[in-house]
C-alpha cells in the first residue's frame, strides 16, 4: 500500500494540477492541501523523522514566502506559488534547487513558445476551443503549472520518497 502511495499520490496530484492549469489558468486549492494532507500521513509511513520532517517544511515554507512575493509583484500565480511550495514540501531541501532550477528552464522555454506561437493564427478547429483561445491570447499568461510538473517529475526519482521505498 505504502509503494503504491508513493508511486502515484504526488506525481497524479501534480499532474492534475498542470493540466488544470493548462485548461483553466487555475490550480485549485484542493490540490495544495491535498498534497499537504498526503504529506502529513505519508511521511511516518516511509521513515520521515521528525527532524528530516521539520526540513521538508521549512524548505516549503521558504519557497512558499518567495512565490508569495513573486505573486505580490505580478510575477508569478497564486496557484503557482502554492504548488510550487507543496512540491518543495515533499521533495525536501536536496531536491528543491534541482526543482527549482528545471522548473525555471521549462518555464522559460514554454513562455517562448507560447510568445512564438502567438503570433500566427490557429487553425479554425482550435480557435473555436474556449481555453485554447485564451492560451492564445496576446498578452496572456502563461500555464507554469506546466512547467512546475516538469521539475517536480524529474527530481522525484531522486526524492528520499523513492529512496525510502527501494530500501
Not at 89 to 100: I, K, S
Not at 153 to 163: L, R
Amino acid at each position: 500500500m505504502t509503494a503504491f502511495l508513493v508511486l502515484t499520490l504526488f506525481p497524479s496530484l501534480v499532474i492534475l494540477a498542470g493540466v488544470n492549469d493548462l485548461f483553466t489558468m487555475r490550480i485549485p486549492n484542493w490540490i495544495s492541501l491535498a498534497l499537504f494532507a498526503g504529506f502529513v500521513v505519508m511521511a511516518p509511513m516511509v521513515g520521515l523523522g521528525l527532524e528530516e520532517g521539520a526540513m521538508h517544511l521549512l524548505t516549503g515554507g521558504l519557497v512558499l514566502a518567495a512565490g508569495f512575493l513573486l505573486f505580490a509583484r505580478g510575477i508569478l500565480g497564486g496557484g503557482d506559488a502554492k504548488l510550487m511550495a507543496i512540491c518543495a514540501l515533499w521533495l525536501g531541501w536536496p531536491q528543491t534547487l534541482p526543482f527549482l532550477l528545471i522548473t525555471g528552464v521549462v518555464g522559460g522555454g514554454l513562455a517562448l513558445a507560447f510568445l512564438a506561437a502567438r503570433k500566427y493564427p490557429l487553425p479554425a478547429s482550435l480557435a473555436a476551443q474556449a481555453w485554447v483561445q485564451r492560451l492564445m491570447a496576446p498578452g496572456g499568461g502563461i500555464p507554469y503549472g506546466i512547467a512546475i510538473v516538469a521539475g517536480a517529475m524529474a527530481v522525484y526519482p531522486d526524492s528520499v520518497w523513492m529512496q525510502n521505498l527501494a530500501t
